[in-house]
């Protein structure tokens, strides 16, 4: 299994990133995917799932801002952040199926002024 996150940068309060995990590995259409996030200093926190059949769930930290979206033959999936906040800063992991042992390197998003 490979997960390769990417897309993360340095924003201002109220912007948008859109971030991408590239997976291989195992059989993509068929699992559900997640993104995590850790802060500086602290734990994984859970952020979003989307199930092989499209069904959504998400933190209420996030719920209305993000968007989590997949690409089955190009075995990639997506969080689409608008309106960020200082408190989305972290590095954010994607994992099949809140597998968090199986995540990427990761990919660091800043917000801030």
């Known amino acids: 299994v490979q997960l390769v996150e990417s897309g993360g940068g340095l924003v201002l309060p109220g912007g948008s990133l859109r971030l991408s995990c590239s997976a291989s590995?195992?059989?993509?259409?068929?699992?559900?995917m997640s993104w995590a996030r850790q802060a500086p200093g602290k734990g994984l926190e859970w952020v979003s799932d989307?199930?092989?059949?499209?069904?959504?769930a998400y933190a209420d930290s996030v719920k209305g801002r993000f968007t989590i979206s997949r690409d089955n033959p190009k075995n990639t999936v997506y969080l689409q952040m608008n309106n960020l906040k200082p408190e989305d800063t972290a590095v954010y992991y994607c994992?099949?199926?809140?597998?968090?042992?199986?995540r990427g390197q990761g990919t660091q998003v800043t917000v801030s002024s």
């Open positions: 989307i199930y092989s059949n499209g069904v959504t």
């Open positions: 994992a099949p199926g809140r597998n968090w042992a199986l």
């Open positions: 590995g195992f059989t993509f259409s068929n699992s559900a």
